[in-house]
């Protein structure tokens, strides 16, 4: 039996629209973001920019596109900007490299601009949210002590975790929520588009696995412990897991599979794990949200799913797809799960989290003046 | 650094050879079989078997050859024979598929071959080894017990564990015998080639992975607690280890690469580990066979290796290859290793497997006489 | 710059559907046939028949269902049926392996069904049209020979060029019109999907070219010849050129990439090949056909593309791409085409023949129970 | 009936080695050098230099080596130089990048080394040879003048032709022979190799094909002219070939394939094509190098041979194989041919040239003070 792939929030709209920006446009999750912004509901793509190299001619110039379908027309004639904090928006999505993107992020955060950022860079910072909205909204409280501490005025940054973290803890949520949990071995077969463009080079990859991803372990045994803790007013407060996980390239175009053992706190069938991933379901405030799916994990049942070429689309890329629930002779449940990296690991996250934050009144619609004046102010 | 991949073994050659017969021979084993027997020191390929189709053929005309090497000259003109035990040999290898392995292993045990099998069929029986002569030589001990409960005369079953078993506990055996084990959390990244042929479709692999492989996780967690266990000289006892497997198929073309973690009894350093696998010799005995490496684990200190295209053919495929040794967070030590699924994972297994059992004195050179008698009793 | 893939012909009803039936159901062909009459304005699936193994069960219980998305829901639970002329529908459609095919269309056509077919088996029939709507529309005029011939009352054969040749026809039909043509040169990397299911083995293809496809050379050399020749008639007249094809397989899943090099009778400039091209258009009659493109040639501009992966949906798989037109020191002019051998190559190229038939009334709604008499004299 | 892949020559020994370096050693192409130079039976590896940014580090340090056989001893420990003319040495190979192969390889020439290069620079120069030695060794009687117009001493240089080219030539040879050459329709299928490391990026050619390699269909239509044309003592006449070339990149590791259409001179039966090709053989001067095949051309019957995974390596990478000889009904015969793209297309290739220059003299035992001496004027 195969997924039902569409479950397609019908579009909601908004008096008007929100204003966005794509720091990092031409790379391989900024052309997702730019791809998702083409006929988005709530928020209208006015400002692309990128490095240097790029900036000054038109985006449809610039970029080198990755994708099936075509350039969305909003965004062709755009005129490439410099990552510089004076763009026409009311707020950006980063995905800039992390070579840059930590200080470029505080610059437009100072700036005024609200930062929603794909960068690993700031994604572990103490007063910054790491956030899944299906996951940890409440994570968003901490915007209001970040202002504060570090002076930010109508600006902030909040962060989307890396993109094998995503698929696991939105799986692993349902799952806290009726059981608790333990601790979590983890083993990855991450697609090649996670390393971006040109990314992992063919001799490399070809008929081959390379078990090796730089600093992808470790994001994946420290950030879910933030996703799942809980922000206590004054500090994130760390879920206290065991987690291990070992991380492997394959040659796999996109989707991340992982390979998941499960100890949890209270006892269990695999009949009742397999129900509460099944009925996990998003609340009436998330359910406004254009991006969101009502059931954010899609359980499987076929033995051999899911695949990352058959599956890697279900809910728009935006699902965490389980399947094989069994049980694990070490710990209380092995399972398979599946999630797009570029959309529920990258774009489709970030775009999530600025539907959140704009549903939460985060986002406000700024005038053109009083961009220019700040941006004046910034680069003074 | 790149991995010495030639440690060859001087050819150390036998008076007089043993006749070896090949059942299963057309099949992707088979003619790994048929590869590794063209030239070796003391045994010659006397015999091919296969089913009813091929049967009569030329082995030239009835195989379709996969390998980069040519079909043997010894092989290429033997008229390819039924699976009857009336083969003029002294001993057959058996990679026969499952689904006919089980009596026809039987019937040539009964009319006095020993039968060196790479079929799961009789892997897991109370009185057949399951051997790895570096790791459990002992357990032949149990052949004159088999040979009396089944009323075989000079014939019996010896058995090689699966493909992806093989390399698993060559690198958990020095560990073992060091730091006593106590549990063992394996995820596998599998060959198309462990499949057979035609095996796996392409338009189920092609830029895909597939997280099920029938059975195997099943055997991965039996078969070790047989072979490292032992033989209290009636029985075998398991080991008594806690192991959990997840398998799954990669667009890969030989090697299979596993992700293991494992729990110690006693604690160990990480450089201790390392020193321990990288040391790990054969003795005297086994250093003698013509097929063995005196280090059959090999470490490699690349932060991204081992790799199955790059690193397969190590020890001519007969090693296992450890990389990525490190803490695990819940467990004691992380690591990565890779053994060929086709030489030490089968063919190159049964071979060596043979070579104990010619050391020992299992084998006898029979008449040509005696070979039809004993078949003619056989088929009557 | 990225193709528009969506030039998509607004829905186009009808005020009474017909009923189609598909045969040959469950393999990859029927597949896509299901997909593409899941929704269709004109047609309505009401029947799917497969071979014995299959009948009895519902279409979800029977189908190895490849495409990512869902089974549509009006087939899902359609009982598959056998392949005897006694189905409940208007026409068929046949997807059956060139095996079956010949008698059972020829059985379908007696017992007064249109059989819209992909099966190679009467393609080259003398009084059968070999159709693709955009090239030969008027071989349609075949059918009363053939129904006279053959003594069919109400049924009657219409078939689908190979998948190899239906993109090259497809360019070269404005080529010809234009300039003439004297001979064409095609060498096709064609994609593994092309072989159904299970198809090729991933241990051919896996990193590989297989050099050879059974009789598809000779159909690329037979084929446009019939299909860019004339009905006079009472016979097809071939079109008389010089054909060489030579065909390839390569690790690709879904889209058949061909090197032309073509002789034209007329001298043009690689601008006025460029603008023929581009320019083709289909006519009135056609362009309210529900799947036609109203251009079916596309040409792109970039210097590596056409691209199977990135181009292969382009005009929802049922255009001919082209790129690369450049000038050939032995011919005229040399370029790269590329079309989906399973949608322009098969279902969509049957699902448009269907289409033109209905349109020009070959198509009847017949009553149940004409067909259940029709049935009843077919078998006995 | 699989190729016989070791025709190898017996190692034939000289009184002394002359000692060889490798510009651009750290390439793939170098990389190929370096191995094949380790144990040859002729020459010595006595420096390796490279860009700036490796040169300082020994060989093992600055290499990403991607042979499965590890790094010959005799280079691990090699101080990586810079390119310029002052290595210890008596001729040099040049695996440069052509960005930089054109000047620095004069510069060698002008300070007495012998320059065997893989370059495409200096290719097709009028007093340069471009050389296969099976095909055209009496090229080099462009030495001479080539020294005289240029100012050179003991320096020279001499080229090996483009990857895709060589076996393409190697193939012609006999065929323009035996029955002279017309036209020649050639389209590649290439190997990822073929464009160094890390050359094709993995999200490029992952399930795809890129129809475009730049510069290559130039190559191909230019080399094969010079290499079957003439030297008449003052200048090279080319052959007046019509070549039309197509080129592709394809997910193959190692080996390009190609399909050929030939035009003859003189009408030929496929037996006889067959039979030229199969007994094209080397004559006692080449016999005698220990690089050479004494039948460079393997014709192999399987209708679906040559395979790149299967058959690249036939010959130790030094053969051409062909399959598939059959009429072609625009030419005279088509056929499908192998060759190993960094062996015969590159490494093998300068080497087999460097061993014919040794032979005829052309290579000389350097002093090492002359060596300084002239390195210091050159650099002055």
């Known amino acids: 039996m195969p997924l039902n792939l569409q479950e397609n929030a019908p579009a909601k709209g908004v008096a008007k629209k929100w204003r966005a920006g794509v720091l990092g446009a031409t790379g391989i999750v900024g052309q997702r973001l730019v791809k998702l912004l083409g006929g988005h509901p709530w928020f209208e793509l006015t400002e692309v920019a990128a490095s240097e190299r790029s900036s000054g001619r038109t985006y449809a110039e610039a970029v080198s596109w990755h994708l099936e379908t075509p350039i969305p027309e909003v965004a062709r004639d755009l005129v ?3 990552i510089d904090p004076v763009l026409d928006c009311d707020f950006v999505f980063s995905a800039l490299d992390s070579s840059v993107a930590g200080p ?6 100072r700036a005024g601009y609200p930062v929603v950022s794909n960068a690993r860079n700031h994604r572990m910072d103490p007063d910054v949210p790491l956030l899944i909205p299906e996951v940890n909204a409440g994570h968003l409280e901490a915007i209001p002590l970040q202002q504060k501490n570090r002076g930010y005025d109508t600006g902030f940054i909040v962060t989307n975790p890396n993109c094998s973290t995503a698929g696991l803890v939105l799986v692993l949520k349902p799952l806290a929520d009726a059981f608790g949990l333990e601790k979590i071995f983890v083993v990855t077969l991450q697609a090649i588009s996670g390393a971006g463009y040109p990314g992992v080079a063919s001799m490399d990859i070809q008929g081959n696995v390379v078990p090796f991803i730089s600093g992808e372990e470790e994001k994946m045994e420290a950030e879910p412990q933030k996703l799942l803790g809980r922000w206590d007013g004054a500090r994130f407060v760390d879920a206290g897991l065991g987690i291990s996980a070992q991380c492997n390239r394959v040659p796999v175009l996109d989707g991340h599979l992982e390979c998941v053992s ?3 706190k209270k006892i269990a069938t695999l009949a009742e794990v397999r129900e509460v991933l099944q009925s996990f379901e998003v609340g009436a405030e998330l359910a406004a949200l254009p991006s969101v799916l009502r059931h954010p994990v899609i359980v499987v049942d076929e033995e051999n799913r899911p695949q990352p070429r058959r599956d890697v689309d279900a809910g728009n890329g935006m699902a965490a797809v389980v399947g094989r629930i069994r049980e694990c002779p070490l710990h209380d449940v092995k399972l398979t799960l599946l999630s797009h990296n570029l959309v529920r690991g990258a774009a489709g996250a970030a775009l ?7 549903a939460r009144g985060f986002l406000k ?8 004046e700040v941006g ?3 680069v003074r």
Chains 1, 2, 3, 4 share one sequence.
């Not at 470029?104 to 955060?109: L, Q, R, T, V």
């Not at 619609?365 to 220019?372: C, E, L, P």
């Open 365 to 372: 619609h700024r005038s053109a003046t009083s961009i220019q």
């Open 262 to 264: 499960v100890g949890l």
């Open 352 to 358: 999530l989290n600025a539907e959140l934050l704009a």
């Open 376 to 378: 004046e102010r910034a």
């Open 80 to 82: 490439v900007k410099g």
């Open 104 to 109: 470029a992020e505080e610059d437009f955060a």
